[in-house]
């Protein structure tokens, strides 16, 4: 059983920064990816970033050049370090985590974290 929780959402003004974490916790196995995603009302989720190891992070084409996957980071645990915000980053955030060990699979997503960007 994995449990994956994100924390560090709240309201931040244009131009601010704000940093998420994401912990990943239970019977955790082979990850090959950790990344964020992230959903506004009435819009499909999209891609925010996904790390897969060492040095390798894709970035949605949105945020790129302001959000950051930081390095070295604790085990199973993630962080989003975002900067620049607009109010078009305005939407809830999810932590997501892909396990592959053996021939088994799984995709987990933690319960989101509002972010609201706004003056």
């Known amino acids: 059983q994995v449990q994956v929780v994100e924390s560090g959402g709240g309201l931040v003004q244009p131009g601010g920064s704000l940093r998420l974490s994401c912990a990943a916790s239970?019977?955790?196995?082979?990850?090959?990816?950790m990344g964020w995603y992230r959903q506004a009302p009435g819009k499909q989720r999209e891609l925010v970033a996904r790390?897969?190891?060492?040095?390798?992070?894709h970035y949605g084409d949105s945020v790129k050049g302001r959000f950051t996957i930081p390095r070295g980071n604790a085990k199973n645990t993630v962080y989003l370090q975002m900067n620049s915000l607009k109010p078009e980053d305005t939407a809830v955030y999810y932590c997501?985590?892909?396990?592959?060990?053996?021939?088994?699979?799984?995709?987990?997503w933690g319960q989101g974290t509002q972010v609201t960007v706004s003056s």
């Open positions: 997501n985590v892909e396990l592959g060990y053996g021939g088994v699979r799984g995709v987990y």
């Open positions: 239970g019977i955790i196995v082979g990850i090959v990816a």
């Open positions: 790390y897969t190891g060492g040095n390798n992070t």
